[in-house]
């Protein structure tokens, strides 16, 4: 990535534009005189500090003006382009977004990491789990490891039954990718209800997603643990044919509970180690 710097005698004042790809730059504008920490020819990384918010150039008041562009220009159309994974703020709620473009007047910010479900989630290769379990009145205990296949891709692997959940972990976005083994194991209980899980704590933020098809037939912390509520449908022809309600709960050592509740099926797991 580069920057190219104009004049505070221009409209967009002090101005820092980074070029991602062919024909994808952006541009950032009225940034304050001598905040600029990047020159011509650098490669900026993720939290790099690249300046700070001014009022250089035709602005009324300090403020950010971040354009997304086609050409390394200043003064270049804007190009429509969707953000990855950004907090839609609401009047009394919170949506999670993702690739999608901003409405005109729309609140939105990064998501804020919350350090409780960050370390909870925080699956590095040898990482072990143990639970007990104990399934429609049986109990059981099953053990976890999470590892790496020789291409790198992530996976949590239950050693008593041999199943297997691959899953992605990009900083903000837990989310899983593929299950492989027996759907009454817990691991795939534990891939369904965590299908999706964001690393910011916002109160009453509801997910949406879709499962595949072939694998069915989350404001600041204030206490010491989260609780995480989801539900699973499966439909066919419009109809409900099977529910289940997943509550999970995470503290300072990690994932501590896990229970799975649907007509057929009571499921309790609690992590010991």
């Given at each position: 990535?580069?920057?190219?710097?104009?004049?505070?005698?221009?409209?967009?004042?002090?101005?820092?534009?980074?070029?991602?790809?062919?024909?994808?730059?952006?541009?950032?504008?009225?940034?304050?005189?001598?905040?600029?920490?990047?020159?011509?020819?650098?490669?900026?990384?993720?939290?790099?500090?690249?300046?700070?918010?001014?009022?250089?150039?035709?602005?009324?008041?300090?403020?950010?003006?971040?354009?997304?562009?086609?050409?390394?220009?200043?003064?270049?159309?804007?190009?429509?382009?969707?953000?990855?994974?950004?907090i839609l703020h609401q009047e009394n709620s919170f949506d999670l977004k993702?690739?999608?473009?901003?409405?005109?007047?729309?609140?939105?910010?990064?998501?804020?990491?919350?350090?409780?479900?960050?370390?909870?989630?925080?699956?590095?290769?040898?990482?072990?789990?143990?639970?007990?379990?104990?399934?429609?009145?049986?109990?059981?205990?099953?053990?976890?490891?999470?590892?790496?296949?020789?291409?790198?891709?992530?996976?949590?692997?239950?050693?008593?039954?041999?199943?297997?959940?691959?899953?992605?972990?990009?900083?903000?976005?837990?989310?899983?990718?593929?299950?492989?083994?027996?759907?009454?194991?817990?691991?795939?209980?534990?891939?369904?209800?965590?299908?999706?899980?964001?690393?910011?704590?916002?109160?009453?933020?509801?997910?949406?997603?879709?499962?595949?098809?072939?694998?069915?037939?989350?404001?600041?912390?204030?206490?010491?643990?989260?609780?995480?509520?989801?539900?699973?449908?499966?439909?066919?022809?419009?109809?409900?044919?099977?529910?289940?309600?997943?509550?999970?709960?995470?503290?300072?050592?990690?994932?501590?509970?896990?229970?799975?509740?649907s007509k057929n099926l009571k499921l309790r797991a609690t992590c010991t180690?």
């Amino acid at each position: 990535m580069w920057w190219e710097r104009s004049t505070s005698k221009r409209i967009g004042g002090n101005t820092v534009i980074i070029k991602h790809d062919e024909h994808l730059y952006t541009s950032l504008n009225h940034l304050k005189e001598g905040s600029i920490k990047v020159k011509a020819g650098d490669t900026i990384k993720e939290g790099d500090e690249i300046g700070r918010c001014g009022n250089s150039g035709r602005s009324p008041y300090p403020h950010l003006h971040f354009q997304i562009q086609e050409t390394p220009y200043i003064g270049s159309v804007t190009r429509e382009y969707p953000i990855s994974y950004h907090i839609l703020h609401q009047e009394n709620s919170f949506d999670l977004k993702s690739f999608e473009v901003p409405a005109l007047g729309d609140q939105i910010s990064n998501i804020e990491r919350n350090e409780l479900l960050y370390n909870a989630f925080h699956f590095i290769p040898g990482k072990r789990f143990h639970f007990d379990v104990i399934m429609n009145g049986e109990q059981s205990e099953c053990t976890w490891e999470v590892n790496t296949d020789p291409y790198n891709n992530a996976y949590i692997r239950c050693q008593q039954s041999g199943a297997i959940a691959y899953f992605v972990n990009d900083g903000n976005l837990l989310f899983f990718t593929h299950y492989s083994g027996h759907k009454k194991d817990l691991l795939y209980y534990f891939f369904m209800s965590t299908f999706q899980v964001q690393q910011g704590f916002y109160q009453d933020l509801t997910i949406t997603d879709s499962y595949p098809l072939n694998l069915i037939f989350r404001q600041p912390l204030l206490g010491i643990q989260i609780r995480i509520a989801s539900s699973a449908k499966n439909s066919m022809a419009g109809k409900t044919v099977k529910t289940f309600e997943f509550t999970m709960v995470v503290n300072e050592k990690g994932i501590h509970k896990l229970t799975v509740d649907s007509k057929n099926l009571k499921l309790r797991a609690t992590c010991t180690e």
